[in-house]
């Protein structure tokens, strides 16, 4: 399994933990609530969806039937097909969340694994922060050596790009560092309502922090009936 689909399986799992939903509502779920999945293709959600169900972590029932038959009928819509974690999906789901290796460090990936602490012991929420930090302080380093070698060569425009990726990344090692000190006080961020750095828009940029919910969202389909 290559690493997105990994990173869409645990998505989809955790979401499903919360409560059952048919696949528009993931979709719309994925989009908002994780907005580390806007770019990717819904056309590969459902072969992830009937993954997990060969698998036995997810299983299909029928949703509620249209209330016309007859009208259900001539327009070819049928009723929603609703997905439940499975015991098994549970466990896989744990096993998951309590993985802290470099993939939880990379951009995309230490997102969704963000979106999730809440459900995460504290002890891994704290080295997937500290690995995190450490990968983003070796690209720090990294693009800081960049620029001194090539600062002379490079236009005014491209300078103030490379300038302002360096800055949006040691915002994120600043926020990393006030999370694993509050993590280390025994502080958590359940109810605060906090989802990224200070008043910073994490919608965009370099370093995938968790974006906040529901900014720049597609707007809803009328299509609610797929599966």
Known sequence: MGRRSGILEFAVLGL???SPMHGYELRKRLNTSLGVFRAFS???LY???????????LIEEPGSAPEDAVSAALSGRRAKIVYRLTAEGKERFEE?????GPDTYEDEHFAARFAFFGQTSRDVRMRVLEGRRSRLEERLEKMRASLARTRERL???TLELQRHGMESVEREVRWLNELIESERAGRDLKGSGSG????QDTTT????????????????????TAT
């Open 16 to 18: 499903l933990r919360e």
């Open 42 to 44: 819904y056309g590969s």
């Open 96 to 100: 998951l969340l309590s993985q802290t």
């Open 155 to 157: 236009d005014a425009y």
């Open 205 to 224: 940029g370099a370093t995938g922090v968790l974006p906040r919910s529901g900014r720049h969202s597609r707007p809803d389909t009328p299509d609610d």
């Open 196 to 199: 990224g750095p200070d008043s």
């Open 47 to 57: 072969p992830c969806l009937k993954t997990l169900v060969a698998n036995g972590w």
